[in-house]
C-alpha cells in the first residue's frame, strides 16, 4: 500500500503535515501519523522532499503479499487466520477464501470485513454449511451436512435452523415442517427409515398433540400423542 502512494523503500519521512521529524524516535513518528480512519496526513519523503498526501486506514494483520488496501491481497489475520481475494479500504469485500488455524475453510462472499452473501463453510470435522450469512452468522437460505447423514436444509436465522425446512436424521429418517430452534415443532411429516409415515404435532422435536402415523402394512393410527408415544384417545385401523 505505501508503494501505491508513491512512498518506496529507503526513503526518509522528513515531516508530517509540514512538522520536522528530525530528532524523532520511532514511536513519537509513528504518533504523528496516527489519526481517525480516513483522515489525511501529508508525509514528506525522500530526496526529492516529495509532499504525499496519505489516507489513513485500518488494515488489521500481516499484509503477505498485493494490496491488502484497495485491491487483491492475502492477508494474515490476527485470529490466525489467512484471508485471501480483495480488499476495499482495507477490509475483506467480494468473493474470498478464508482459511482458520484449525483447518475450517470458507469460500464466498465478504462485505465489510465479514463473512455477507453467498458461501460455503467447511468445517475440520468433515461438516459443511453452504447457503447465505450476514455479518459472519447463517442467515437465510441454506443447507448443513454432517458427517454422519444428518442434513439441516431451510432458512435460518442468528445462526439457527427456524422456520419451514428438512431434517434428515443419522438414521435415514426424513422431517420436512415446522422447525423451531433447530427441531421439529408445530405441524410436520416424519418419513422413518422402517416405512411408517407420521403427520401431525410436534413439540421441541417429538410427536405431541393430534397427529396420524401410517404403518408400511397399510395399517394406520389418528389420535393423540403425549412425549413422542399414543396417549389419550384414538383410532387404530
Known amino acids: 500500500p505505501a508503494a501505491l502512494a508513491g512512498i518506496y523503500a529507503g526513503d526518509i519521512i522528513y515531516a508530517v503535515d509540514g512538522i520536522s521529524t528530525e530528532g524523532k524516535a520511532l514511536k513519537d513518528l509513528i504518533n504523528m501519523i496516527r489519526g481517525e480512519t480516513g483522515m489525511v496526513r501529508t508525509l514528506t519523503v525522500g530526496k526529492e522532499k516529495r509532499n504525499i498526501p496519505i489516507t489513513l486506514q485500518v488494515i488489521k494483520g500481516e499484509c503477505l503479499s498485493g494490496n491488502c488496501l484497495n485491491g487483491e491481497g492475502k492477508l494474515a489475520d490476527l485470529d490466525s487466520s489467512v484471508y485471501t481475494g480483495p480488499f476495499s479500504n482495507g477490509k475483506f469485500s467480494g468473493y474470498g477464501k478464508k482459511e482458520y488455524a484449525n483447518g475450517s475453510i470458507y469460500n464466498g462472499d465478504f462485505s465489510d470485513g465479514k463473512m455477507t452473501g453467498q458461501g460455503v463453510f467447511n468445517y475440520k470435522d468433515g461438516t459443511m454449511y453452504e447457503g447465505h450469512f450476514v455479518n459472519g452468522i ?19 436465522q442468528k445462526g439457527i435452523l427456524n422456520g419451514k425446512g428438512r431434517i434428515t436424521l443419522e438414521s435415514g429418517a426424513v ?3 415446522d422447525i423451531v430452534n433447530g427441531a421439529a415443532d408445530g405441524s410436520g411429516k416424519m418419513t422413518f427409515s422402517d416405512g411408517r409415515v407420521y403427520n401431525g404435532s410436534w413439540e421441541k422435536g417429538i410427536r405431541n398433540g393430534k397427529g396420524k402415523t401410517i404403518y408400511s402394512n397399510g395399517e394406520y393410527y ?3 400423542y403425549s412425549n413422542d408415544l399414543r396417549s389419550g384417545y384414538g383410532e387404530f385401523t
Open 138 to 156: 447463517f442467515e437465510g437460505e441454506g443447507s448443513k451436512f454432517f458427517k454422519n447423514g444428518k442434513k439441516y436444509e431451510g432458512t435460518w
Open 222 to 224: 389418528e389420535g393423540n
Open 175 to 177: 422431517y420436512e415442517g
